[in-house]
């Protein structure tokens, strides 16, 4: 059964800092892999998509890997601001169905 | 405007009533779907839908039923036999036929039993 862990379960860090957001999964048979921002009370918004055969997204100041042999994917956030600040949810696509199987979250706190 | 819309954003429900959640698209997806969000945890997958008059359990049907008599439209009820309903509530749709493609989300509806 494939499961999908996120470390750290929160962070909190000063504006214009560099950070990362690590997801983990069990199984490397997926279609692709997804990052997810959901602020308070919200539904989710996707920020960037990679898929089984590529490495890594770029999307403005967001870039995220995958390493699917690893079963692992970073989040890069470059020169954070407060309006960074939500929580960011990892979700995998096993290889097989349309089910996405989700990360716990990150809940990010962007101090300015 | 092309999206997902869920009514009530908040619903209140005494113990033993059932409740049904309206989840609407016009992006003309093929899939729909409804996933429940509990503190801390992850999304978990209730009820999917690939087509018109056709959906499959998630891994947490139980207490939990839904129709799908229109493409545009997937509502889901709360039944009295949902043991601990209180939850927010999510649902998604992405066009059935790509392997490739993200799922669109709604604002949710915040579900708070009495």
């Known amino acids: 059964k494939q499961e999908v862990t996120q470390i750290p379960a929160a962070l909190s860090v000063p504006e214009g800092e560099n950070l990362v957001l690590n997801c983990s999964f069990t199984d490397s048979a997926i279609y692709n892999l997804q990052w997810f921002r959901q602020d308070p009370g919200k539904g989710l918004t996707s920020l960037l998509l990679i898929q089984s055969s590529q490495r890594e997204q770029t999307s403005g100041r967001l870039n995220a890997s995958l390493d699917k042999s690893s079963g692992r994917s970073t989040l890069y956030i470059a020169a954070s601001q407060p309006g960074d600040s939500a929580t960011y949810l990892c979700a995998v696509r096993p290889l097989g169905g349309n089910k996405l199987v989700f990360g716990a979250g990150t809940i990010l706190r962007v101090k300015s | 405007d092309g999206g997902i819309t869920q009514s009530p954003k908040y619903l209140f429900r005494k113990e033993g009533q059932n409740v049904t959640l309206s989840c609407e698209q016009n992006l003309n997806h093929d899939a729909m779907y409804w996933y429940r969000q509990d503190p801390g945890q992850g999304l978990r997958l209730i009820y999917y839908s690939q087509i018109v008059n056709d959906f499959q359990k998630g891994d947490i049907a139980e207490g939990y039923s839904v129709s799908r008599e229109k493409k545009e439209s997937f509502p889901l009820t709360v039944t009295s036999a949902q043991k601990n309903p209180t939850a927010f509530y999510l649902c998604?749709?992405?066009?059935?036929?790509?392997?490739?493609?993200?799922?669109?989300f709604g604002p949710g509806t915040r579900l708070t039993v009495l």
């Open positions: 998604a749709s992405s066009p059935e036929s790509s392997q490739t493609d993200t799922q669109y």
